[in-house]
Nanobody, 121 residues
Framework: QVQLVESGGGLVQAGGSLRLSCAAS????????MGWFRQAAGEEREFVAAISDDGGSTYYADSVKGRFTISRDNAKNTVYLQMNSLKPGDTAVYYCAAGFGMMVITTPAYWGQGTQVTVSS
């Protein structure tokens, strides 16, 4: 089992920045690819970003490319999502996920509880 706990969400004005963190515990977390997803009210959950187990490869949804950066610190069992140039459309609950290779993008094995991000105009 892998436990994931997100933090860092909050209220920010459009154009601002936030950094989300995901603290992982349980099985050897460094063996898992990690991802961030988001779900806006009334919408389906969507993929945001993913990073390979060694941090060497990253993937982004087109909607966040150039604005968001995913990174990980395996020594701290933590994954980050740096979000810059935030827009009201980025408002959502953000979820951390862990999975086996890049299957984390389509079928994560583990989910966190989520953290709310609200961007005001």
């Amino acid at each position: 089992q892998v436990q994931l706990v997100e933090s860092g969400g909050g209220l920010v004005q459009a154009g601002g920045s936030l950094r989300l963190s995901c603290a992982a515990s349980g099985r050897t977390v460094s063996r898992y690819a990690m991802g961030w997803f988001r779900q806006a009210a009334g919408e389906e959950r969507e993929f945001v970003a993913a990073i390979s187990d060694d941090g060497g490869s990253t993937y982004y949804a087109d909607s966040v490319k150039g604005r968001f950066t995913i990174s990980r610190d395996n020594a701290k069992n933590t994954v980050y999502l740096q979000m810059n140039s935030l827009k009201p459309g980025d408002t959502a609950v953000y979820y951390c996920a862990a999975g086996f290779g890049m299957m984390v993008i389509t079928t994560p094995a583990y989910w966190g509880q989520g953290t709310q991000v609200t961007v005001s105009s």
